[in-house]
């Protein structure tokens, strides 16, 4: 039972360790574009165009808003596809694409990096043809490099021609369990489902209460439905987090459990083998030595249950990293950290009754009983 005990103690200690290793990998790792300070507006009901650029030039005049522009889709909501071919492929093969509409500025808005190409230009009028920006996954899937991808040909079903301008650093715009897919941006103002603002690392209160109000003065009828993008990256993981609180959770309970179980076990022991103690003493042995007799059964245990839960803990972490593309590992010290939590309940539900054995007056040892 101890052995049991101690088995799933330790799987639980060593899975809270992942869990929250995996967390902190999610959260730190570098998605491709700059989410801080970025918000992303629903336009539930969208009015005229000279009504949300009015509105935007406002916003523009906030010392504190940097960028405004519009997307059908932002980070952590992705919705559309087209179905392209391109040039280099056979002409009745297809390929699936996400597709984000947006205006000209998107990419400063979010913070993407063009590896090769250049921005959307912002004067339309001269712009003879779509232009379409693509990410690093589309450019290999296409079997384009940097270089030779800048006024390849891309159609789309039902839609005209266009031309790539530029190649963008991929970005992950989903949740990390899922590798980056191919995508690609186009200008269309037809589509401006999302407000996309970066602010200023300013005062970011009175920045909002500007925004609210400009917002309730142009466009009243729809609600001020707003998300920052690293919270709503942080809510992807939100399972992940609560995983790992259950997990503290059981791995405190099964270690309360455990520790009163040896505290118990050990002291029925000294007591069955108090006369031994007190013969062991009159013989010459040292409190050190009494303390260690008692204290080796127990630890011999624990270490049995801590051998048998690491292929365990191995086995199901690994599963559950599965669901993520991008994962952590499973280090050595996540296995000595649980070794070394597991040894010192040893230490404290046993070390009590040893060390009050080992100090006892050897006489009265031998008067039990």
Avoid at 235 to 246: D, N, R
Wanted: aromatic residues 12%; negative net charge; proline residues 2%.
């Amino acid at each position: 039972m101890v052995i049991f005990q101690f088995v799933l103690s330790t799987c639980l200690i060593i899975g809270t360790f992942v869990i929250y290793k995996q967390v902190n990998y999610l959260s730190e790792k570098k998605l491709g574009f700059d989410k801080d300070h970025v918000m992303a507006i629903n336009m539930t009901v969208v009015p005229e165009k000279n009504v949300l650029s009015s509105m935007k030039k406002n916003l523009l005049q906030h010392n504190n808003i940097q960028h405004v522009s519009f997307c059908s889709s932002y980070p952590s909501r992705n919705s559309g596809g087209q179905i392209i071919n391109a040039d280099g492929m056979a002409e009745d093969e297809q390929m699936l694409m996400w597709e984000w509409r947006s205006e000209e500025d998107i990419l400063d808005a979010f913070g993407i990096n063009l590896i090769s190409g250049r921005p959307f230009s912002h004067d339309r009028e001269n712009v003879e043809e779509k232009e379409y920006i693509i990410n690093e996954t589309a450019m290999k899937l296409l079997g384009w490099d940097p270089e030779n991808a800048i006024g390849k040909r891309i159609t789309k079903n039902r839609f005209p021609d266009g031309v790539c301008i530029g190649v963008v650093e991929d970005f992950h715009f989903n949740s990390l369990r899922s590798e980056v897919e191919p995508m690609m941006f186009v200008v269309d103002g037809n589509f401006r489902n999302h407000f996309i603002l970066r602010l200023g690392e300013g005062d970011v209160i009175s920045t909002m209460e500007f925004i609210e109000s400009e917002w309730k003065q142009n466009i009243p009828e729809a609600a001020f439905d707003y998300h920052f993008l690293d919270e709503s990256f942080d809510a992807l993981y939100k399972t992940e987090y609560k995983t790992g609180q259950l997990f503290i959770g059981f791995s405190i309970l099964t270690i309360i459990i455990a520790g009163l179980g040896l505290f118990g076990l050990s002291t029925y022991e000294t007591q069955v083998r108090t006369k031994e103690i007190g013969i062991r003493k009159a013989m010459g042995s040292t409190s050190a030595q009494i303390f260690n007799l008692l204290i080796r059964n127990f630890s011999i245990l624990v270490f049995v249950g801590f051998i048998v839960s690491i292929p365990i803990a191995i086995y199901s972490l690994n599963y559950w990293l599965q669901s993520f593309a991008y994962k952590t590992s499973i280090g050595v010290m996540e296995f000595l950290l649980a070794g070394l939590i597991t040894f010192l309940i040893v230490i404290l539900s046993v070390g009590f009754q040893a060390i009050k054995a080992a100090i006892n007056n050897p006489v009265e040892s031998l008067r039990y009983e």
